[in-house]
């Protein structure tokens, strides 16, 4: 038997681009003479189509997605993910469900039971969990179907679920398990995934066919990854990250487990490429192609920039630098060596013009203060509705350069470095954008050195450093960290061995900025804790700040 | 047996300010005879904690909270919602209980077991249901307790849930109910709450004591109207909205019910209400007392003007008119106008100056092209700009004056006039915006009747009028209406005779705008489905767009 796994970028709400590019790939695995071919969770319609899910206009399309499926079903069988109506009045209105489609009917469905309701996942919102467990068979053989999440909660060892759909399966002894999934990306994922479906084998001695969803869906990130495992626990197959393909597997060959190729990973290698499937889908998907990115001559803008590069292509990457009075000449400099190494078009716009006419016009309101945030934000906000400007005019979408750090402390003027449309490096520490930086640099000097190397700086008054009012980036990162990626608290982390009032005083700074974060473009998710939809915090509080 | 009803405003995670408040009010129910004092839902934390929920050290204060709580409970018995830990692997970790508190000790415990996992509601993400349901009993009584939603699947007929813990409670003949809440205000809500006492008053044959939190979290308000049912159906007492209180009621009295008292009800007074509840809770919660309104002439900016000088005293409001050339005379008169009428201090900055300056700095980039959006935005983003300074100098909040016809249709510039800490009118249609202005001016003109009589305008190129770009408002609001919040899709919509064309361009401005809508400040709920965290939709998707 030969089985096709076909990880695919859909476009949420696009049925009719969904199902010609699905009968696209059925015909590519009929014509390789694939018996069964498997697509990802709720393909037709992409994944998460989120409220979209709650209009039974959107419902009525996906279930004719599954009619042009039947009709392209001869000789071929086909599993694809797509949301299903629960026929009983109680409980949710829909199923996520796995069909089964062969012959030119639907052989079976199998809803998904596990249904994550936590960080950027709300599957709970939508859908009833499926409480019934069946094989099918197909060609002799039993097969267990099941959707992402239904393989995670191996031997009910999860805390989060109570039942194991593969413990019911196993009791009919299927030949194979197929899972449809749309997982998403964030760095160490595809090894957890890995691990977990090892530990399903390991379980159940039975190979796994694991299809799972590429591209991104505006902030996540789908990586794709999708994995074939055989009976022994080799990895038979790990397919490539952050691209579409499809690709052919015998049951035999799986079977016997003789050969093992996976996937080679690194973490920064990972972020770096996941952010560029970020990009490229966020311009493609909206139907954008031009990019417009302040650069100051920092890390950030020039990490964001060198990554658009590589994403959109240089010709499409417009650099603008907006000196101030306060701006170093090397900035300049630095940030002209980098459009030059990058190959992309930049212009010069000052700032100073405007930013004197806004303290002309304010003079009278302003008179007896001292210089402070305000003016310093108006040449941020300067900036931004210059960006803004060339963005409106042109066409451009524009790429916000704030990293992580910076989100979480609340370094950062809203409106002004905070605008744009896409966040490139909101879900990226610091020091990792360091690291990005040296990868990105890894063949040539693209990046120049000096901006990696100098002290980060604003350069919103005279001789002003990050680290005037912020702790160092090692330290700061690191209790970060394990605020938000690891959700400790600050016992837990003072316990740690971190000065108890530098820790204090950064998770204030984090949870009285969420108002910041709440106004900001969305962040492409490339850690396990993003900020965004996957953290969800009340502005108005009174918790540790 | 007397019972009290404290309806109070909690502010999230303040452990500490919560408690020493519900301990101030069982002062007072003690000094009043009060054998029971019914707090609200996780009042200990406030609701919604959100993602709080998900730190042990969050957890750790709430658990300690009810150690204070103890040590009051002598002589009276203290109802109180708090999280609690399921002690179970499986399953969340939390349950949303409510505390029955007497003695010194903790008498009862009873989980939530409906947990509203749609709309702004996002229980299922951190508590487990419950599953067991007992009657407490105190001074020969015996209560049955539930929390918010418990009580709204009526006989098992809301197609959410498969279970009604009153059918089971109701076995064990219940002597009363008791209903902690965390129900949010909308328009209609009260009469809706009112209709699901009643029907559960007419099943059961009980007199239920339902107390609400009342107040303001960012952006979903409270609004309190904690009501006591006799058991013919009677509303014994309906307490009033938005409004901290405590009331007391003889339990022989509320089971004779021979009284009526209910709040008075109209649409507009409520959202008036309603939104200076909000504006004064996001201010007084983040420790703020003034606020800095754009004012063009225009009726959104007036009623805002009007609402905030309401709730923050027109002391504390601040007016800035920002004239353009394409200013008419009458705007300048109109806002000034306004300003006089309301009491609030005004100052005049025109914007001239500064978009010529950013008009030269853009020349050579913008050479050969036409006056469009870029430059219209450009005005829009210098107010915001000016706005911004003055609030970062003197700290004021800016309030946001953009209406949800426009939200809803992307008329607005990001980083311009959708700049702002807080969307006061962003959940009110234009046409509702019609109805509030009116309703401010029921005594006096405050809001000058040019501002309510003339065409709409942006005034961002000459003679604007927002009807050359927009639909007629009452029409847009209309089908926005059936979109939003009746959640119906295009063909439905046509279905009802609108124009096939207009619902199709008005649907797709709405969907190709999520972009917007994400950057923008928190909209104060006064519908039932407000643009924000309880209507999630993707910002890039290709579905009716």
Known sequence: MKIAIAQLNYLIGDFEGNVNKILQYVEKAKS?????????????CGYP??????????????????????????????VVGNPSVNPVVEGKDL??????????????????ALLPTYDIFDEYRYFEPAHDFELLEYKGKKIALTICEDIWNIGNENPLYKICPLDIHIKNDPDFIINISASPFSYHHAEARLEVLKANVDRYKKPIFYSNNVGAQTEVIFDGGSVVMSPNGLIHREMPYFKECIEYFDLDEVMNGATEN????????????GIICGIQ?????????????????????????????RALGPENVWGILMPSQYSSDHSVEDAR??????????????IKGIYDEFLKELTVHF??????????NIQARTRGTLLMALSNKFGHILLNTT???????????????????LSVLGDVYKTQVFDLARYINKDTELIPINSIEKPPSAELRPNQKDSDSLPDYADLDKILLEYIENRKGPTEIIDMGYDAQLVRRILRLVNINEFKRYQTAPALRVSSKAFGVGRRMPIVGKYLS
């Open 337 to 350: 060596d980098l459009s030059e190494n990058l190959g992309i078009k930049h212009d010069i716009i000052p």
């Open 32 to 44: 390789e003479h694939a018996d069964i071919v498997c697509f990802g969770e709720l393909a037709t």
């Open 403 to 421: 990293n992580k750090s910076e989100m979480a402390v609340g370094y950062g003027t809203l409106y002004g470095d905070l605008a744009g449309g």
């Open 281 to 309: 889908d966020y311009f493609g998907k909206l139907g954008f192609t031009k990019a417009i990115i302040g650069l100051s001559g920092g890390i950030d803008s020039a990490v964001t920039a060198a990554l658009a590069a």
């Open 49 to 78: 189509p989120r409220d979209f899910l709650e209009f039974s206009h959107f419902i009525k399309n996906a279930n004719e997605s599954i009619e042009r499926l039947k009709a392209a079903s001869e000789g071929i069988a086909i």
């Open 262 to 273: 996976a996937q080679p990973k690194d973490d920064i290698m990972e972020i770096h490429d």
């Open 367 to 376: 008179k007896g203060t001292t210089f402070n945030v305000a003016e310093e």
């Open 95 to 112: 199923y996520n469900s796995a069909y089964f489609i062969a012959d030119g009917a639907v052989q079976h469905i199998q809803h998904k």
